[in-house]
C-alpha cells in the first residue's frame, strides 16, 4: 500500500481527462494507493475566481473530486509543518531557488512538510518549476535528513496517469 498525496495541479490535470470518471474510480477503489488531502490543497481549489458559469462549474467539480479521492483522510495542518517548510525555503534559497517565501512556494513546502512529518510515500506534481524542482529536492533531501525524517518519492502527473491506465503499481 503507497500512501500518497496529490499537489493541487493534479486535481486540475485530472479534471482535464476525457476518462476523468473511470480514473477517479480507478483511485477511490485502489486498495494499493491511499490518497490523503491537506487543508491548503483543498483552500487553493477553493480560491478559484467565480467569474463565470463555467468557472464556478470547475471550481465545484474540483472540489467535489478533491473529496471523493481523499474520502475524508485529511492530514491537519500545524505550526511544525509550516516552520519545516521555512527551513526547506532556507535550503532552497541557498542551493540557487529563485522563488520567495511569499509565493505559492510556502504551499509546496508546507505540502512535502506534511508528507515528511506522517512518513507518507509519495507526492504528485506537476510543478517542476517550484515543488520538484532540483533546488527544492535538494532542500528537502538535507532538511529531512537533519530532521530525521524521510523523504517522500516525488512523481509526476505522467507517472500517475500511466499507473492508473495501464494497472501497474508505483
Known amino acids: 500500500m503507497r500512501r500518497v ?9 485530472l479534471a482535464e481527462e476525457p476518462d476523468l470518471t473511470i480514473l477517479e474510480q480507478q483511485i477511490v477503489s485502489d486498495t494499493a494507493l491511499i490518497v490523503y488531502g491537506y487543508p491548503h490543497i483543498r483552500k487553493e481549489l477553493r480560491s ?16 467535489i473530486l478533491y473529496d471523493s479521492i481523499t474520502k475524508g483522510r485529511v492530514l491537519d495542518h500545524s ?5 519545516l517548510a521555512k527551513e526547506y525555503h532556507a535550503a532552497y534559497k541557498k542551493r540557487g531557488g529563485t522563488y520567495s517565501w511569499d509565493t ?12 515528511s512529518v506522517h512518513n507518507l510515500d509519495v507526492v504528485f506534481s506537476a510543478d517542476k518549476k517550484t515543488l ?31 499507473r492508473l491506465r495501464n494497472h501497474s503499481s508505483l
Not at 53 to 59: C, G, K, M, T, Y
Not at 79 to 83: A, H
Open 104 to 115: 505559492n512556494i510556502r504551499i509546496d513546502f508546507m505540502l512535502v512538510a506534511c508528507a
Open 5 to 13: 498525496i496529490f499537489d493541487t495541479n493534479v486535481y486540475g490535470f
Open 132 to 162: 520538484i524542482s532540483r533546488p527544492a529536492l535538494e532542500a528537502y533531501e538535507s532538511v529531512n535528513s537533519r530532521e530525521n525524517l524521510k523523504t517522500p518519492i516525488f512523481l509526476g502527473y505522467e507517472c500517475l496517469i500511466e
Open 48 to 63: 478559484i475566481p467565480k467569474k463565470s458559469e463555467l468557472s464556478r462549474r470547475a471550481r465545484m467539480m474540483l472540489l
Open 79 to 83: 505550526l511544525e509543518f509550516e516552520n
